[in-house]
C-alpha cells in the first residue's frame, strides 16, 4: 500500500484534465456551470481559457452546448455538482447525450452524504440510479487520488457517454502507483477471506477498508472488492465471490435504491443466488451537518461498518 495522504476526488479531476491537456490531447474541451473553483475545473481554466467555457448557473443548457460540441470531434468534459448534472440536467443527458450515444463526459462532483453542511437539498444520492437507466452510460465511482485520475483517463479514452462521480470530502489514497491498473467494467480484490465478501466504492472504501482490517484481527477473513465502475458491473468478480463467500455486503455513499447495492442483487439473483446487505442511504434524504458527523449519522464510518458485517458474518 502506499503511504496515506488524503486528496478529495474533484482535486484528482482537476488534475487529471491538467494533465490530459498538457499531453497534447487537443480535443479536450471543458465546460463549467459556474462552480469552478469547487470542482476544480479552475486548473484548467486557467491554462487553457480558450477550451474553457463557465455556461453559468443553466445546467441543462451547459449539457446541449457540449453535446453539439462533441458532433465536432471535441471531448467535451461538463463539470457542475452531482445534484445539478445527474438531477437537473437528467432529461439533457438521457435526451441530448445518451439518445444519440455522443462523446460527451459528466463530471459531478460534491455527490454523497459528504457534501456535509449543504444539507439534503445537495446531497444527491440518487445519481447512479438515474445515470445506470440511461443506455449505454457507463458510471464510474473512484475510490482515491490515483484512481480518480485513471477513471478521467479512461473516460476520455472512452467512445461515449460516462458519468463520473467525485467527492469533496478528502480520502486516503490505498492504491501504490507502482502496480495500480485500471480498467472501465473491472474491480478489484483488496483483501481476501472467505467468511463473507464486502464490496464498496468511492468514499466508501477506504472506510470499508478500515472495518474490514479491524475484522480480520478479530478472526473474521473479509473479502473486501473495490467497485470503482457500477456500470458495467464486473459481474465475474461479483459472482466469484457470491460462489466462495455466500454472502455479500455492499456499501455505497449512496441509496440502497438504485445502486450499486441493487446492480450487486440483479447480478446474484439471476447468476447465483446468495444473501446480500446493502448498506447505504435507505431510502431517506440527507441532513446538514459536518461531513463525518452526517456519515457517521448514516452508519457509514468504519466502525458501523464493521459492526454491519460482523452481525452477518454470523447470521444463520
Not at 478529495?8 to 479531476?13: G, L, P
Not at 452546448?65 to 467535451?76: D, E, I, L, Q, W
Request: charged content about 25%; some cysteine.
Amino acid at each position: 500500500m502506499a503511504e496515506m495522504k488524503n486528496v478529495a476526488t474533484r482535486d484528482s479531476y482537476g488534475a487529471a484534465l491538467l494533465e490530459l491537456a498538457d499531453a497534447g490531447h487537443d480535443d479536450i474541451i471543458v465546460f463549467d456551470a459556474d462552480l469552478s473553483a469547487s470542482t476544480r475545473t479552475e486548473v484548467f481554466a486557467k491554462k487553457y481559457p480558450e477550451r474553457f467555457f463557465d455556461c453559468g448557473i443553466a445546467e441543462a443548457n451547459m449539457v446541449n452546448v457540449a453535446a453539439g460540441a462533441s458532433t465536432f470531434g471535441y471531448v467535451p468534459f461538463v463539470s457542475t455538482f452531482a445534484m445539478f448534472a445527474a438531477g437537473r440536467a437528467y432529461e439533457q443527458i438521457r435526451n441530448t447525450i445518451g439518445y444519440p450515444a455522443l462523446n460527451v463526459k459528466i463530471a459531478a462532483t460534491h455527490g454523497g452524504l459528504s457534501v456535509g453542511e449543504d444539507g439534503a437539498s445537495h446531497q444527491c444520492c440518487e445519481d447512479f440510479a438515474l445515470m445506470r437507466t440511461i443506455p449505454g452510460m457507463v458510471v464510474m465511482c473512484p475510490a482515491d487520488d490515483l484512481e480518480a485520475r485513471a477513471a478521467v483517463r479512461a473516460a476520455y479514452n472512452h467512445k461515449g457517454p460516462v458519468y463520473l462521480r467525485f467527492s469533496r470530502l478528502a480520502t486516503p489514497v490505498i492504491h501504490d502507483e507502482s502496480n495500480f491498473r485500471f480498467e472501465i467494467g473491472k474491480g478489484e480484490v483488496l483483501c481476501d477471506g472467505f467468511d463473507v465478501a464486502v464490496i464498496s466504492t468511492g468514499l466508501m472504501t477506504s472506510e470499508a477498508l478500515k472495518a474490514v482490517k479491524a475484522l480480520k484481527q478479530q478472526g473474521i477473513n473479509v473479502r473486501l472488492i473495490n467497485m470503482p465502475t457500477i456500470k458495467p458491473l464486473d459481474e465475474e468478480i461479483v459472482l466469484r465471490a457470491a460462489r466462495e463467500c455466500h454472502r455479500i455486503v455492499t456499501v455505497e455513499e449512496h441509496s440502497v435504491i438504485g445502486g450499486l447495492g441493487e446492480a450487486v442483487c440483479s447480478t446474484v439473483s439471476e447468476k447465483c443466488p446468495v444473501p446480500v446487505r446493502r448498506l447505504g442511504v435507505q431510502d431517506c434524504y440527507g441532513t446538514s451537518g459536518p461531513a463525518w458527523d452526517v456519515l457517521r449519522k448514516f452508519g457509514l464510518t468504519a466502525d458501523a461498518i464493521a459492526e454491519e458485517i460482523r452481525e452477518f458474518a454470523k447470521a444463520d
